[in-house]
C-alpha cells in the first residue's frame, strides 16, 4: 500500500499535466475539482475505514471497483452538461487518477491486487518494489516515517515537475535516487 500523500500528489500531477491553463472555468470549479481528483485517487484505501469481515482480497484495489467512481463522475459531468474538449478533458482526468491508485500499490510490490475481479479473483504482485510500503498505520512508528520520506522523495519531484519543467534533470534523478531507495527495502 503506497500512502495517501503519494495519491494525492500523483492527483496533482495528473490534473497538472492535463490541465489547460487558460481554461475557460472558473479558479473555484478547478479547485473543487482538483479536491474531488485527489478524493478518487485515495478511494480505493477505504477499505481500511470501512472493515469489512472476512475481507482477505482488496477488493476495493481492481479494474472495476477503481473506475466506478470516476465512471460516475463522467455521468455526472455529462448530466451537469459538459460538453466538448473540456468534458474529455475531465472525463481523462478522472480515470486516469482512478487507475493510478493501482499502479502507486502496484509499485510498492508487497501487498497483491486482484485486478481483474469479478472475472478472476486471480491476484497479482510484482515482484519488486520501486516505492516503499505505508507499513504500519501509527504515529509511533519508525518505519512510518522513514518509508514517507522515502515515497516523497520518489513522487514529489515527478509532481513538481508537472508543475514546472524547469531543472528536468535534477529532478528526474532525485526522484530515481529515493526509487532506488525504496527498491532496496525489504518487502513484507
Not at 479536491?35 to 484505501?45: E, G, H, N, R
Not at 485486478?115 to 478472476?120: A, E, K, Q, S, V
Request: glycine share 4%.
Amino acid at each position: 500500500m503506497s500512502f495517501c500523500v503519494g495519491h494525492t500528489l500523483v492527483a496533482i500531477s495528473i490534473y497538472n499535466l492535463t490541465e489547460k491553463p487558460s481554461s475557460s472555468t472558473t479558479t473555484h470549479e478547478k479547485k473543487y475539482w482538483l479536491c474531488w481528483l485527489v478524493f478518487v485517487a485515495s478511494a480505493p484505501d477505504m477499505d481500511y475505514i470501512i472493515n469489512f469481515p472476512n475481507y482477505s482480497v482488496r477488493y476495493t484495489h481492481s479494474i472495476f471497483a477503481s473506475l466506478l467512481i470516476p465512471s460516475l463522475s463522467i455521468i455526472m459531468l455529462k448530466f451537469l452538461k459538459y460538453q466538448g474538449e473540456l468534458f474529455f478533458r475531465r472525463s481523462l482526468q478522472v480515470l486516469l487518477v482512478g487507475l493510478s491508485h493501482l499502479a502507486l500499490d502496484l509499485l510498492v510490490g508487497v501487498k497483491p491486487l486482484p485486478l481483474f475481479w469479478l472475472f478472476t479473483n486471480d491476484v497479482f504482485l510484482l515482484p519488486f518494489g520501486i516505492l516503499p510500503s505505508a507499513g504500519k498505520l501509527s504515529f509511533y512508528n519508525y518505519y512510518f516515517y522513514r518509508n514517507l520520506f522515502i515515497e516523497m522523495g520518489a513522487l514529489a519531484p515527478l509532481c513538481y515537475l508537472s508543475y514546472r519543467r524547469k531543472n528536468a534533470l535534477f529532478w528526474i534523478v532525485t526522484s530515481l535516487f529515493f526509487m532506488i531507495l525504496a527498491y532496496q527495502l525489504g518487502r513484507a
